[in-house]
């Protein structure tokens, strides 16, 4: 907060933030008649919208005293704002000011009292907030006076000629406001401000406790050595030490520096120090260690090339003037091309990182620390033109060996031929050019699939859509850019969009390998850093052929290949990001980890640069669980959902499996050696099948004398690679290897295919089989005693449905068996025979596949890492209510966990619950130690510790069962017992005739579980949206049902009135409406009885009116997905 005063001498504390939507009220009503001569008529959301900076002085009411608009171009009608420059150059003697360090004031608006303390307040946190920015210009039409406040910040351009546009100009400098800061060398006499300084802003002990350091390093210093600080008002404010004493083998030993020539000095020119490397995103890249001893290594004669920032410190007041440093510093080394620094993982990122270079770390480092490099040609300024003829060349060679650049130069040339692409899209290119020398290009075209990415993309959650014409919206196509510039991404997108004349950018990244992925794009972290990530939109699963005209537009509803979406903007090209190198570690690709890295990758002002991701195989999404089969499936992640999430561009996935943990070192050891170092680990394994490991008794023996002996034996597991005809089955990708093995080498043969398990897994696996070819009479279901009150399926009308297509697959079921032996004891490559024994008699069967869907339970490596770890392991990872193990930088979540027995809540564990609901939980607890917008949780009171979290989310489960059925299960999260509604199950349809439908009510009348068994496909995502809604919201389902109305629940749900339901927004609907009724109960409540008499009814009317408002202003909002319905002014 700071403190200005009002012209009557009264003060005010005030905050300059960036504006938001919701000022535009209170911008409205300071509106002048002088405003108005000045800036002309304004749409202020509009405004608000299309400007690059818009800041909002507010105070501690959060009252609104003051605002001011900037755009990178003057206020439209006296120029085009492609050709400012030019026309500023010729008319005015304004020939410093350039695209790159001017913005242009289009709107200032101020309470009266306060107009002049608050426009140099704006000015003042402008100039601050943007380093590069050093004049505001205004230009005014006519000869318009300024208001007196803006008289006192804005001096008059000189004119140059008559000619032209009659109108004045007027300029603002840094240098009245927030000027550059003066530095110089450091001398002893300035030990006192630094120690200040430092005592402030540091816990480094080694400076604070020996208060003699700083002056021993301000006397030695050399060539080599040098020190300096920064002053403001005569006192030192800041503090820089710098070396060419660099341990260059050390840093290569660490970091990936082969593109900067390992920061050696080489006979070639410095500008080749930008050297490319091979096309693949540094991210992305992991270099094993044969890989490294064959690069390139300097030889004995070659001189180092950088030198380090040993120490930097500098006032919070003056740290956004930072960059101040870095031209004096390279003046200091004039021989030297490169300035390095390197800082911990866990440092938070300062203004002065946000000009270097992030480089990533080699594969096998483990160093906790992050190197930053800037090179010298990223102080000269970079031009930003539309690109010609004669560019060619020196494109080609700038994209010379990456990625697809055969695509970029042929889209290059089809610019210069036609400006168009082979699809008749207008094509738009530019270069960025130092002195003449091309350093990058950026080719974009027109984008086409506006109305497809505003329906499956939540670009509104960064955009007013109405506010952006169809033909301002382009797409990315090529974007290239030499590293030492990357500091200038920004800037070079913000150039783009008023060359092009557009305001948003869409930057589509595709699965690799797909064939849609044809953009070259290096590096994809450059525009990432600039770009925000944009959520996919749940999607209605529409009945076209019933709904006819009636339905959404086809540009809508075709189907595209899937792709992860970001989105830049005129606003965001100046909003910062916060940089986050805390290393992130999630063991286990399950839904809860997927969750949880789902949740950080769509923080649209966080960029996390080390999220692991540890997974036996892989990120999933290479396979679609309905082409797969064996396995059920949660619906949480389909694989075109993953294609839609931002995960291969912002993770690094390490393929194998967590084999032990380091809490000394913080590393994970993965199999084949690989070493994970983390600063956070994340432990989300989930449950596995185990492989089976049959005890080998005598079979004469009874299941209850088994299981004591397997139980007394539990610590032995099967070891080596197993059978080649046995598969258990955890994942997709062992669905698919056990998938093309059963193709390959068992359907044609005629023998016995042995299902093992007794779970939902086991029943869609023999549907599997079946649907493979394999004949049900040689397909054996052998289901394991079930525990006590625990059934495959809950609804016994599903059961039975199973049961029977069992029997009339002639599929052989046989119940209560446990595994005793493999080919009678003996363990060949080939699994030939079985034998399993049961209460009863033994059962002996021939087998040429064994699937095992058996014991359920932690992984073996996964158990033995955490136990000798000697983190708390009781039949599951022990945690608390905030996911913290014994070790409070290792969290757990999911079903591989269990809360403390502290809690008594052994029925409340994550297992549970949804592993979606609980992942998103984990990051929001996480996200407080990295956002600086979020406070950190206050002290909880003790009590509180006591209480575990619950959540609501469904459970969901899906599959193809035996007879071809479609099935879905919707229920409530598992827990303490609540009241049913007597009478409240809804159930339609028959399973003989394939159309059941079941569906149940709560106390409250809201769905509660919800059951389907189908023989035609399933609209998942619409039954989806059903859990948890009230029956009077789906047209009042109770009273329609029990008044015989209610015939076909398919059907039903399938009208075009359900529609609304389904859509993403509708929770949004309900809220705004339960806010109107609360307010008109709280109202009531208030009222007296006679009151109440007289007035309700007209209380009543008003709010029938507000709800139909709402009502209607949904349905004309979203118009788009909704067309069925009828809109006021449209009969």
Known sequence: ???????????????????????????????????????????????????????????????????????????????????????????????????????????????????????????????????????????????????????????????????????????????????????????????????????????????????????????????????????????????????????????????????????????????????????????????????????????????????????????????????????????????????????????????????????????TSLLPRELYIFHRTGLRSVEVRPAVAADRPAVSDLVKGLRLNESLLQDLDYFYETRRDLDGVALQAFVAQVNSQVVGVVIIRDEQDVEFIRAHYNIENFIYFSHHRYEEHAQIRHFVLQPSFQHFSKHLFKEVLRLAHKSCLFHRLYPSKHSQENSCVHHLDFVLNCAVPVRPRRQIIYPLEELGTNGPSRQITEEQAPFALSLISRKLTMEPKVTINARIVVVGASDTGLSFLEVLCFCPHLRFNNLTLVSTHGLPGAYAHQDVGFLSTSHAYSSRDLSQLPLHSCITVVTGKMVGINRKSKHLRVSGGRKVPYDHLVLCTGLQYQVPCPPGVDLSVTNSQLQTESRSSRSSRSSGPGPSNLFTLNDLHDCVAARRWIAANFVELEDHAVVYGNSIDVFTSVETLLSLGVQGNHIHLVLTPPEPGVSSFSDPAVEKAVATALEKAEVRVHRDCLLAQMNTGENPDRLTSVSFSSDTQPLHLHCGVFINLSNRGVDYDAFRSINNSFLVFDSRLVINATFHTSDPDISGAGPLTKFSRRYYADDCSHANFSSKEVGRDLAAKLLPLFDPTLEPAAESPPESDRLVPLYKQAKIQGGKLPGGYNYLHVTKPSGPPVKHLQDSSIVTGRVETGNYFCLNLDVCELVETLTCLSLKPLPVSNYLSLYGKHQQLLGQLSTRYHQGLVHDLYSFFRQSWCLAVYHDRFSDLEQELQQILSATDEWTEDREDSDVLLQDRFRAAESGAALRSSAVKYLTYNRNLLPMFACPGQL
């Open 1 to 363: 907060m700071r403190s200005i005063t009002s012209c009557s001498g009264q003060e005010e504390a005030v905050t300059v933030r960036r504006s938001e939507s919701a000022d535009a009220e209170g911008i409205n009503s300071l509106i002048s008649s002088e405003a108005l001569r000045l800036f002309g008529r304004v749409n202020v959301i509009h405004l608000l919208e299309k400007s690059n900076l818009a800041v909002t002085l507010a105070n501690e009411k959060e009252d609104i005293l003051a605002h001011a608009s900037f755009f990178d171009h003057p206020v439209g009608g006296l120029v085009d704002q492609t050709q400012w420059e030019l026309f500023l150059q010729k008319h005015f003697s304004a020939e410093q000011s350039t695209p790159f360090n001017t913005l242009f004031l289009h709107l200032f608006v101020a309470e009266t009292d306060f107009a002049s303390a608050s426009v140099k307040e704006i000015m003042r946190a402008v100039f601050n907030a943007v380093p590069e920015i050093e004049y505001i210009c205004l230009l005014s039409p006519g000869d318009a006076a300024l208001e007196s406040a803006l008289v006192e910040v804005f001096e008059p351009v000189q004119r140059l000629s008559d000619s032209g546009p009659h109108c004045s100009a007027f300029i603002c400098s840094r240098q009245e406001h927030c000027p550059r800061l003066h530095i110089r060398p450091a001398r002893v006499e300035d030990h006192d401000d630094v120690m200040r300084v430092f005592t402030e802003q540091t816990k480094l002990l080694s400076v604070v406790e020996q208060p003699y350091h700083l002056v021993e390093l301000i006397e030695a210093q050399d060539e080599k050595n040098h020190t300096a600080v920064c002053e403001s008002d005569g006192a030192a404010v800041g503090f820089i030490s710098v070396t060419s004493e660099v341990d260059l083998k050390a840093l290569n030993e660490d970091f990936e520096l082969s593109q900067f020539n390992h920061l050696y000095k080489h006979e070639e020119p410095a500008a080749q120090s930008d050297s490319r490397g091979d096309g693949e995103e540094p991210r992305r890249t992991e270099s094993s260690a044969s890989q490294q001893q064959q690069e390139k290594q300097p030889t004995g004669a070659e001189k180092s090339n950088a030198f380090c920032i040993q120490f930097f410190i500098i006032d919070k007041n003056y740290e956004m003037r930072s960059v101040d440093f870095i031209p004096y510093v390279f003046r200091l080394f004039p021989d030297l091309d490169f300035c390095i620094i390197t800082v911990t993982t866990m440092s938070p990122e300062f203004p002065l990182l946000q000009s270097f270079l992030r480089v990533p770390t080699r594969a």
